[in-house]
């Protein structure tokens, strides 16, 4: 079975910088990315990375969030610099193969910044 396993969420002050993770076990995935879901608001899309090369991010994290992935392209991480309180949510680990057309969702991981 598929499984997407988060780390790294938690408590920063404002300016503050955390790293979220996403092991994918027991399948490699093409597009691998971080979406977020604040309290009474639609989950969005945060950054996502293909072929463990292209990047894609949202206008309000860029310059300010890095998407990467390990050499076998198994794990993708998010490193957040600079975080403001709007960034608060709960972030949540997504992965897609293009093959069988099949996306697959973390159980999400929270990330709360206070001014």
């Known amino acids: 079975q598929v499984q997407l396993v988060e780390s790294g969420g938690g408590l920063v002050q404002a300016g503050g910088s955390l790293r979220l993770s996403c092991e994918a076990r027991r399948s490699v995935f093409d597009r691998m990315g971080w979406y977020r879901q604040a309290p009474g608001k639609q989950r969005e899309l945060v950054a996502t990375i293909t072929d463990g090369v292209s990047a894609n991010y949202a206008d309000s994290v860029k310059g300010r969030f890095t998407i990467t992935t390990n050499t076998a392209k198994n794990t993708v991480y998010l490193q957040m610099n600079s975080l403001k309180p709007e960034d608060t949510a709960v972030y949540y680990c997504?992965?897609?193969?293009?093959?069988?057309?099949?996306?697959?969702w973390g159980q999400g991981t929270q990330v709360t910044v206070s001014s």
């Open positions: 997504y992965a897609r193969r293009v093959y069988y057309s099949d996306d697959y």
